[in-house]
């Protein structure tokens, strides 16, 4: 597929399944998000895999952001929060390694969402289902410490990766709601 076409039709997944990317697929998504447009030359970006049990990680840090949040969660809503990792055999954590210097914090977490956006192009490239996902335990210091990341450093992503259950629909770009031409 040609990289105009892959843009164009690439959409985020409505459910994947196993099996999820291939070692040597998933090497070829992270070097597609280490080749992200990078002021500065920082490589800000930072990629956790997380595959079998060590997604069951995430979903024990998002419960329990969940439930420092909401005190009166019953147990099956825990257990929902808890299993929703669980929805693809692969999930990349990309975060933003924040460098203090002349290059903002701002474009460095640019810099990732990039190499996010990338990924998720070379996941459709390889014929694989992908969604980015954050929440509120994304921003949490306790969730970015699980992963060895510093409460300074920014997860701009979790991206779930899998083979498609079920497709989701990429709607047409509507440019004209957003675009001002000015000569």
Known sequence: M???TGIA???SAARLTAPGPTR?????ILRAGARAPDHGRLKPWRFIVLQGDARAKLGDAMATVLSEKFADLTPEQLAAERAKPMRAPTIVVAAARIMEGKIPAIEQVCAVSAAVQNMLLAAHALGYGAMW???GAAHQPAVKSAFGLSAEDQIV???YLGS??????AP???IDSVTTWMS
């Open 2 to 4: 040609d990289l105009l």
């Open 9 to 11: 039709t690439r959409a």
């Open 24 to 28: 040597e697929h998933l090497e070829q």
């Open 133 to 135: 996902k954050t929440g």
């Open 157 to 159: 992503a979790f991206v």
């Open 164 to 169: 498609i259950a079920a497709p989701g629909v």
């Open 172 to 174: 047409p770009a509507d």
